[in-house]
Nanobody, 115 residues
């Protein structure tokens, strides 16, 4: 059974930083397309960053220049470094891993930006 797990969310002040992590079990992440989406209360889920197995990373317009997505060398963990956080970044952040037509989502991790 595939399980995707996010971690690293929390409460941070505006201008602060957080790093999210995403790991998985029951699936070979080294050959998956992976990325992050987020969903704020009352809003649709929106793209944060995504990358094909091999390819450029695509960032959502609202996070360009502030967020950086990366993987560890073994490609078993996905990271999202979030800098210069703003109130509008408050959301549940979801990691996904896709292989072919199958897309697996984590349960999400809450990021709250508040003073």
């Amino acid at each position: 059974q595939v399980r995707i797990v996010e971690s690293g969310g929390g409460l941070v002040q505006p201008g602060g930083s957080l790093r999210l992590s995403c790991t998985g079990s029951g699936i070979d992440l080294t050959h998956c397309d992976m990325g992050w989406y987020r969903q704020a209360p009352g809003k649709q889920r929106e793209l944060v960053a995504t990358q094909r197995d091999i390819g450029d990373i695509i960032y959502g317009d609202v996070v360009k220049g502030r967020f950086t997505m990366s993987r560890n060398n073994a490609k078993t963990t996905l990271y999202l470094q979030m800098n210069s956080l703003e109130f509008e970044d408050t959301a549940v952040y979801y990691c996904f891993a896709a292989m072919g037509p199958a897309v697996h989502w984590g349960q999400g991790t809450q990021v709250t930006v508040s003073s």
